[in-house]
């Protein structure tokens, strides 16, 4: 790409970047001018009378005035200044030459992809939220289905569904995600941010519910590791305890996080971290989950494996019950999440390269949205078990209503004293229908047909 079209590019991705921003200042009934693209820069709306400045660097153009300000002027009937051209005019006397990054390229990349990861991540959550809602029906509704094993898949599912939403309100409620929509205010063309404790708030529950779902992917393994090797806590002893500390851990955790913040950190809503040894509050155990579940999904793989060498004698048996370790442990990859661990090794090397650091929020993102809809599949929706229970509902509910039917039949032929020939095979149709014959029934009305 030639340094043409690198300039048409990236006026390209400002001019569009300018009419998707959702912050404005909001008119009072006064004149204003409107917001536009000047070929270079973005201006907000701006009030008539007043002089919007801006820096002459940005993200993506730099000017050779490190310091220089760009200027335009909103006239008093709510128009941008006009010079000699006709044409509004936006002072640049300050910036001097204007160019584009060195590494434009790769700036390219980052914003031409950002807005693709946001997409499939909040595609994601939604598909993850109403699949795990449906799924979450299913296991209160059926009775037959109420077992321990399944009451941790319960709160399990509403993590997901917690951090799922948390997303979709973050991504809907703050604007560039720093800040919420009530929190900004454009005066004069600058932007004027209060951050409240409400920001402040949600942005702590956020990270509660995100810290909640890592823990009870780690309750899920425990439990499993425990029936397996240990009998610790297993089944016929409930799985209350794993359910408590799912939700009890995070709280002491983000408690101290969020207390850190407010003595030594109180800056922006929280969304950003100057200081790194308050973030590891967050990140410690996140990282701790992630690693011990990759270890007891090794373990666990081993015992199967070693379940199918020493139980397998004939070639065809080890084929069938290679298939179901490998069935198994695709079952227990959403479980554990093991591709966690990929994206923990990718963190570490994210700085080095735009592009190493586009692939890891992608693979992030990814998975981590569509991560509560592959539970649902796996554990509920696609489950054997689930589908024996949910015939037996239907086969219930229907036999159910053929009763009702046919109980009904019955009480208007007993409150019926004539009928025609016509209604009697009506009658016996329908009782026919439901796959119900009474000989007695059946006799009496032929009798009553012939005489």
Same mark, same amino acid.
């Given at each position: 790409?030639?340094?043409?079209?690198?300039?048409?590019?990236?006026?390209?991705?400002?001019?569009?970047?300018?009419?998707?921003?959702?912050?404005?200042?909001?008119?009072?009934?006064?004149?204003?001018?409107?917001?536009?693209?000047?070929?270079?820069?973005?201006?907000?709306?701006?009030?008539?009378?007043?002089?919007?400045?801006?820096?002459?660097?940005?993200?993506?153009?730099?000017?050779?005035?490190?310091?220089?300000?760009?200027?335009?002027?909103?006239?008093?009937?709510?128009?941008?200044?006009?010079?000699?051209?006709?044409?509004?005019?936006?002072?640049?006397?300050?910036?001097?030459?204007?160019?584009?990054?060195?590494?434009?390229?790769?700036?390219?990349?980052?914003?031409?992809?950002?807005?693709?990861?946001?997409?499939?991540?909040?595609?994601?959550?939604?598909?993850?939220?109403? #699949?795990? &809602? %449906?799924?979450?029906?299913? *296991? !209160?509704?059926?009775?037959? $289905?109420?077992? @321990?094993?399944?009451? /941790?898949?319960?709160?399990?599912?509403? #993590?997901? &569904? %917690?951090?799922?939403?948390? *997303? !979709?309100?973050?991504?809907? $409620?703050?604007? @560039?995600?720093?800040? /919420?929509?009530?929190?900004?205010?454009?005066?004069?063309?600058?932007?004027?941010?209060?951050?409240?404790?409400?920001?402040? $708030?949600?942005?702590?529950?956020?990270?509660?519910?995100?810290?909640?779902?890592?823990?009870?992917?780690?309750?899920?393994?425990?439990?499993?590791?425990?029936?397996?090797?240990?009998?610790?806590?297993?089944?016929?002893?409930?799985?209350?305890?794993?359910?408590?500390?799912?939700?009890?851990?995070?709280?002491?955790?983000?408690?101290?996080?969020?207390?850190?913040?407010?003595?030594?950190?109180?800056?922006?809503?929280?969304?950003?971290?100057?200081?790194?040894?308050?973030?590891?509050?967050?990140?410690?155990?996140?990282?701790?989950?992630?690693?011990?579940?990759?270890?007891?999904?090794?373990?666990?793989?081993?015992?199967?494996?070693?379940?199918?060498?020493?139980?397998?004698?004939?070639?065809?048996?080890?084929?069938?019950?290679?298939?179901?370790?490998?069935?198994?442990?695709?079952?227990?990859?959403?479980?554990?999440?093991?591709?966690?661990?990929?994206?923990?090794?990718?963190?570490?090397?994210?700085?080095?390269?735009?592009?190493?650091?586009?692939?890891?929020?992608?693979?992030?993102?990814?998975?981590?949205?569509?991560?509560?809809?592959?539970?649902?599949?796996?554990?509920?929706?696609?489950?054997?078990?689930?589908?024996?229970?949910?015939?037996?509902?239907?086969?219930?509910?229907?036999?159910?209503?053929?009763?009702?039917?046919?109980?009904?039949?019955?009480?208007?032929?007993?409150?019926?004293?004539?009928?025609?020939?016509?209604?009697?095979?009506?009658?016996?149709?329908?009782?026919?229908?439901?796959?119900?014959?009474?000989?007695?029934?059946?006799?009496?009305?032929?009798?009553?047909?012939?005489?």
């Amino acid at each position: 790409m030639n340094q043409n079209e690198k300039l048409k590019k990236v006026v390209s991705l400002i001019k569009e970047n300018c009419f998707s921003k959702l912050g404005e200042v909001q008119s009072d009934g006064g004149s204003t001018c409107e917001r536009i693209f000047d070929g270079l820069y973005c201006w907000p709306r701006t009030k008539a009378g007043l002089l919007a400045v801006q820096s002459c660097n940005n993200d993506l153009l730099k000017s050779v005035n490190k310091t220089g300000l760009a200027t335009r002027q909103c006239t008093e009937n709510g128009t941008w200044f006009n010079e000699y051209t006709g044409r509004p005019w936006t002072n640049l006397s300050e910036c001097g030459v204007i160019y584009i990054m060195d590494d434009i390229d790769e700036e390219l990349i980052y914003e031409t992809w950002l807005p693709v990861i946001k997409k499939t991540a909040r595609f994601g959550y939604t598909v993850s939220i109403l #699949s795990l &809602i %449906l799924a979450l029906l299913i *296991f !209160i509704t059926i009775k037959r $289905l109420h077992c @321990e094993r399944n009451k /941790l898949h319960m709160h399990l599912f509403i #993590s997901y &569904i %917690l951090r799922g939403a948390s *997303f !979709i309100l973050k991504d809907v $409620l703050f604007i @560039e995600g720093t800040a /919420l929509s009530n929190d900004v205010e454009y005066v004069n063309g600058h932007t004027n941010v209060n951050y409240t404790w409400l920001c402040k $708030l949600f942005i702590s529950i956020r990270y509660y519910f995100v810290i909640c779902n890592f823990a009870f992917m780690l309750m899920e393994g425990v439990y499993l590791h425990n029936l397996i090797f240990l009998n610790l806590f297993s089944e016929s002893h409930g799985t209350a305890i794993y359910c408590f500390l799912g939700w009890a851990i995070p709280l002491v955790f983000v408690f101290i996080w969020a207390l850190m913040r407010m003595l030594f950190e109180d800056t922006t809503c929280w969304t950003l971290n100057d200081q790194n040894y308050i973030g590891l509050l967050l990140e410690i155990p996140i990282g701790i989950t992630v690693v011990v579940n990759f270890l007891l999904f090794l373990l666990i793989v081993k015992v199967l494996v070693l379940k199918i060498h020493f139980t397998s004698t004939f070639i065809q048996q080890k084929k069938v019950k290679f298939r179901k370790l490998l069935k198994s442990t695709l079952i227990l990859i959403p479980l554990y999440g093991i591709p966690y661990t990929m994206t923990l090794i990718l963190s570490f090397y994210v700085e080095s390269s735009k592009i190493l650091e586009i692939i890891w929020l992608f693979l992030d993102q990814s998975f981590t949205s569509f991560q509560g809809f592959f539970a649902a599949l796996v554990y509920c929706l696609l489950n054997s078990e689930v589908h024996v229970e949910i015939k037996r509902k239907y086969s219930l509910f229907y036999s159910r209503q053929v009763n009702k039917e046919c109980c009904r039949s019955r009480t208007i032929s007993s409150n019926t004293q004539q009928f025609s020939l016509q209604n009697n095979d009506d009658a016996l149709e329908n009782l026919n229908l439901f796959g119900i014959t009474d000989d007695d029934l059946i006799k009496k009305r032929r009798k009553s047909i012939e005489i």
